[in-house]
């Protein structure tokens, strides 16, 4: 598979402190991407080093294997966190500005602005200004902007902040119609659940550095507990006992008429070993095996590479 | 269309468009033309609060003191006993009561005034006097008027620089309009750009935008597209002013009373004869200073021919490009490292220092435009635009000229680059602030 972005051994300082040390990752052409880390990680150095707002201090940035240029920032649409319109100026208009600004034809970008307003059924807005729409419609307008040029790469820094959720469902979706047709998009946020459900790979970085690289199901593999979630009927102190010494019960509650408990499994033991424990017992429904969120990998990682002792 | 365009045009069309810019164009003009015209049109104007009451004892100077436009006398009480006239003085329009006592020898008369009448007013009824006892007293002793005539002399200094006559008065007002404007232009469209930055700055559009073009781009492109704006404007200026001014000069051509009046009055004042008349004479003094102020109008047109336009006109498009470049650059850089108005200020004074120095030695300059500080002003950058305007007109050494033009274009590119780096850090630096120290090191960031 190609990569669309390579980044390698980027270093960014500033006078007081060092944003970005050493930081490498491949951006996979065609996948959604997220770019996580807690607040003050270096993400949006890193952002601004790819969209080419700031430079590194060492290291370098490929873009489909050439290393970045000007031209680039054509084949790309950035929405930043913090981001605005000119208020005084009318919606329509503005638009059009901003899609000229990344090598659009006016009437080019007049029609396809006028297809997405009709998507997003905002036909009437185009002569109002900016300033007499709500926060989350100004949103919808700048998202429109971001992807009205077809960039090869999308990069989206908290995209859905201030949408509510019939509007996060419709901008999800759209992230989702993009990828298939071929677009590549970094998403950089804090809310886990949609990195879950939406990105494909992901870079953690903490404290200036990549802490954790990788497929998202691997990576939520490879920080599995080992716990199992069995849905069974029967006697729960008979399920208890049969357990007990050798297993783990951390849960056990009611659910639709079922017992349901949740295992782990201690090293040295398998899934076939707790099944074979648990069958004398009582009638297994279903077995499942709980996978870490993307929360929990994260809040994981993030502590347990903060020093938090000092020699 | 280069991206730099598209953020002309922008900013260009947001501007124009505004209602701001239509009340400024038009009431610019408007402006200039009353402070022009509105002194003139005052001081021909005879002020009601001047009417003085003549009370003479000695009968002598009944009707023969001239209203000016500083006074006016009313001759009406003239035989009236002080006594009486004081009482009715309080309730009366008159603003004062010249008194003439009957003595041997005129030394003091009283002038009976509600409020303080002024030193105009004051140097006014002197001054007549005085010419009126002169007259008399050479009368006589049988000295004739023609003799004094003859041997009064009224010499003037005729400036010939090279072999062409040139108006030192004419060259002073004009280096001091011309860099007047330059000063207000500097001013007023540097701000606006600023003012531009720090709006895409507090929006957060910037970055947004700065992703596809070159922050250096956005600022050349905004410093561009307000000086733009600001070109339109003062053509809009010069042109509605050129019409003003044509309109006010034919409106006072045609206001112009017949001449016959004004001889009248001169030859009545010639003669000595009692002006009973009071309508007449204020009549007459107003076509005197209308004739006057077109007589300054005609001198005004007699300069436009004597002015070496090219150097001066040259110079001006110059120094007023010159000067908004370099400025309008640094005030870029101001509205990056800001967040809010209210930190603007520590930036923007030494910004705005020598433009206001430059504009408080300009009346040393233009009354001595060869001096050593009008030389040095008129050579350093900052204030060069300035300062060198206002000292064109009286023509400059060339080597002056091409030092000052050289250092100003050579600094347009070193605040250009400086304001640049300082810009391209700035505009996403928020929540901070900032220092000189920091803005040093803005510069050499990567």
């Not at chain 1, 607040?39 to 290393?67: C, H, W, Y």
């Not at chain 2, 336009?309 to 000067?323: A, P, S």
């Not at chain 2, 923007?348 to 009008?374: D, E, R």
């Amino acid at each position: 598979m190609d990569n669309i972005i390579t980044a390698k051994n980027i270093v960014k300082r500033y006078s007081q402190h060092v944003a970005l040390n050493d930081v490498s990752f491949t951006v996979p052409t065609g996948t959604i991407y997220g770019l996580l880390g807690p607040n003050g990680a270096g993400k949006t150095s890193m952002i601004r080093i790819i969209n080419q707002i700031t430079a590194p201090d060492s290291g370098e940035v490929l873009f489909n294997n050439e290393k970045l240029a000007p031209y680039h920032a054509m084949q790309i649409g950035y929405l930043p966190e913090e981001r605005g319109l000119y208020k005084k100026m009318k919606v329509g208009e503005q638009a059009v500005y901003l899609a000229r600004l990344k090598g659009m034809e006016k009437a080019d970008a007049i029609a396809k602005l006028k297809e997405w307003f009709i998507k997003f059924d905002i036909k009437t807005w185009w002569d109002k200004k900016v300033e007499d729409l709500s926060k989350g419609m100004q949103q919808k307008v700048q998202f429109i902007v971001t992807v009205l040029h077809q960039p090869k790469l999308l990069i989206l820094d908290e995209p859905f902040s201030g949408f509510d959720p019939i509007n996060v469902e419709i901008i999800r979706n759209e992230l989702l119609r993009m990828k298939n047709e071929g677009t590549t998009i970094i998403l950089s946020t804090h809310n886990m659940s949609s990195v879950e459900e939406l990105c494909d790979n992901l870079t953690l970085i903490n404290q200036s550095k990549v802490v954790l690289e990788g497929n998202v199901n691997e990576l939520r593999h490879r920080f599995k507990l080992h716990v199992w979630e069995v849905k069974f009927q029967g006697n729960e102190d008979s399920v208890k006992n049969a357990l007990t010494g050798k297993y783990e019960l951390l849960e056990l509650f009611q659910e639709n008429n079922l017992t349901v408990g949740k295992i782990k499994i201690p090293e040295g033991l398998n899934s076939n070993d707790l099944l074979r424990t648990l069958l004398p017992a009582c009638t297994v429904i279903n077995f499942s095996e709980i996978l870490p969120s993307m929360s929990e990998v994260f809040i994981s990682v993030v502590t347990s590479t903060n020093p938090t002792k000092k020699a | 269309m280069s991206k730099i365009s598209l953020i002309i045009q922008r900013e260009y069309i947001t501007r124009v468009r505004k209602k701001s810019f239509l009340v400024i164009s038009i009431l610019g003009p408007l402006l200039f033309a009353g402070i022009i015209f509105v002194p003139a049109l005052l001081a021909s104007t005879k002020n009601e609060n001047q009417r003085i009451v003549v009370v003479d004892e000695t009968k002598a100077l009944c009707g023969i003191m001239e209203s000016n436009s500083s006074v006016h006398y009313d001759y009406g009480y003239c035989n009236v006993g002080i006594g009486e006239v004081k009482k009715i003085f309080a309730d009366s329009a008159h603003a004062s009561v010249l008194y003439i006592h009957k003595t041997e020898q005129l030394q003091q008369v009283q002038l009976y005034s509600k409020s303080d009448p002024g030193i105009d007013v004051v140097s006014a009824i002197e001054n007549q006097l005085n010419t009126i006892f002169e007259k008399a007293n050479m009368k006589a002793n049988n000295l004739d008027q023609s003799i004094i005539d003859g041997v009064k002399s009224n010499i003037k200094v005729q400036d010939i620089v090279g072999n062409q006559e040139t108006h030192s008065d004419y060259n002073m007002a004009l280096g001091y309009v011309s860099s007047f404007f330059i000063y207000l232009f500097v001013l007023l469209y540097s701000v606006q750009v600023m003012r531009g930055v720090m709006e895409e700055k507090t929006n957060r559009i910037v970055e947004i935008i700065i992703s596809s073009v070159r922050p250096f781009q956005l600022m050349m492109g905004k410093v561009i597209g307000v000086g733009l704006v600001g070109l339109t404007q003062f053509l809009i200026w010069v042109l509605l002013g050129w019409g003003i001014y044509g309109f006010g000069s034919s409106y006072i051509q045609a206001q112009q009373i017949n001449p016959k009046n004004v001889t009248t009055t001169e030859q009545t004042i010639k003669s000595g004869r009692p002006i009973e008349d009071d309508k007449a004479t204020a009549t007459n003094i107003r076509a005197g200073s209308k004739s006057a102020m077109y007589a300054t109008l005609d001198n005004v047109d007699t300069m436009l021919r004597a002015t070496n336009w090219i150097l001066v006109i040259g110079g001006f498009i110059f120094y007023f490009l010159g000067g908004y470049l370099l400025f309008s650059a640094l005030f870029a850089a101001v509205g990056s490292a800001v967040d809010q108005d209210t930190d603007t200020q520590q930036f923007m004074l030494p910004v705005t220092a020598p433009l206001i120095l430059s504009i408080a030695v300009m009346g040393g300059i233009i009354t001595n435009p060869h001096s050593a500080m009008a030389v040095w002003f008129s050579i350093i950058p900052l204030t060069s635009p300035i300062a060198m305007m206002a000292r064109l007109p009286f023509g400059v050494p060339p080597w002056q000229l091409e030092l000052s033009m050289t250092l100003l274009v050579a600094s347009i590119f070193g605040a250009v680059w400086l304001a640049g780096r300082i810009y391209r850090i700035g505009l996403l630096m928020y929540g901070k602030k900032v220092t000189y120290r920091e803005l040093g090191k803005w510069i050499f960031y990567k």
